[in-house]
């Protein structure tokens, strides 16, 4: 006869067991999936690139500020202490007279006391009391007055150059800073970057060749010739399509988006200043309607990016690390306003 007997019941402790097993799996399943978030598109990939290059820009155009103020610097505080050097010679020779002056009055018949004191280890102290010039000869109050002006030339000299060294150090702190970020920025897009398949950055590059072209082909700039020093300007920066975006550089190989320009200009005997900050008033502002090739093109609130007006509403500009220097319609960016060159 076939046994009917009841299937023997898990005990409390193997349901316990049971129940802690299931929900560490649930645990684990969900730590896994807080861990790997979905991995982002290659749109928001190419969204936050862009986000990062502009912070990198930024740091980059205030780095070169800071450049340009410590070479500025460098030259003002050697040119300062060139004339401490000199001023302290012609000093010395003040000194000197005087001191020939004394040496005579004393062979002929003893040095004035109050000569002596103005010539002894420490006469600086004395030579603002004007009751010690009452007893000098007039040649010889003469030579003291040139002391003391040469004293006080000197003094103001040093002084200068002290609060320019004190600026020099500052300066140099904030382009330190400034590179730092931009480095960790450009480091941070170059990560984001990498989680694409070669596929989708092939993909990407794809979608931005048609915007833009660094080569220069199949791209319409429109009927209207470019002339004079602008003109020019723009000759040179076409033969750097395809050139380098390197923060920092101003050429001959490789540029940023202000360097892109100085040069450029620079080829057309133009000096025009190393920063968007600054480039925004070497010349006159002009409408967007008014723009002729070559003219200078600013984007974003605060102006950090800049390229050459090429035409047909196209800028020639260092744009980013990834395009380097390439045509880009100017409707791309946030277009502020255009600077022609005097």
């Known amino acids: 006869m076939a046994s009917h ?22 645990a684990l399943t969900a730590q896994s999936a807080s861990a790997a978030p979905a991995k982002p598109s290659k749109d928001e990939v190419k969204t936050q690139v862009d986000a990062l290059y502009e912070e990198a820009e930024q740091a980059t155009e205030k780095f070169n500020g800071a450049k340009e103020r410590q070479a500025k610097l460098e030259q003002e505080i050697g040119q300062i202490q060139d004339q401490v050097a000199r001023g302290q010679g012609e000093l010395n020779d003040l000194r000197s007279a005087l001191g020939s002056m004394a040496s005579a009055q004393y062979r002929s018949g003893g040095i004035d006391p109050s000569l002596a004191l103005l010539l002894s280890e420490d006469p600086d102290g004395y030579l603002d009391k004007a009751s010690t010039l009452e007893h000098l000869s007039g040649k010889q109050v003469e030579a003291v007055q040139k002391i003391q002006a040469k004293q006080r030339t000197l003094a103001q000299q040093r002084q200068e150059a002290a609060g320019k060294l004190a600026d020099l150090d500052a300066t140099r702190k904030e382009l330190a800073e400034k590179k730092k970020v931009s480095s960790e920025k450009l480091a941070a897009a170059q990560a984001i970057l990498n989680t694409l398949t070669a596929q989708e950055r092939a993909a990407l590059k794809d979608e931005e060749t048609r915007a833009s072209r660094a080569d220069g082909q199949r791209v319409d700039l429109g009927d209207v010739k470019a002339s004079g020093r602008a003109g020019a300007a723009l000759a040179a920066a076409k033969t750097k399509l395809g050139s380098a975006y390197i923060s920092g550089h101003e050429g001959p190989n490789s540029f940023d988006c202000s360097g892109l320009t100085q040069w450029a200009y620079k080829q057309a005997n133009v000096s025009i200043t190393r920063t968007t900050y600054t480039q925004a008033n070497d010349g006159t502002r002009i409408s967007r309607s008014q723009l002729q090739p070559g003219d200078l093109v600013f984007f974003y609130g605060d102006l950090h990016h800049v390229g050459l007006y090429a035409g047909n509403n196209m800028t020639l500009h ?19 306003f255009g600077v022609r060159i005097g």
């Open 318 to 336: 260092a744009s980013n690390p990834r395009g380097g220097v390439k045509y880009e319609s100017m409707d791309n960016m946030p277009f502020q």
């Open 5 to 26: 007997r009841r299937p023997k019941q898990p005990t409390r402790a193997r349901v316990t067991v049971l129940t802690s097993v299931a929900a560490a799996a649930v």
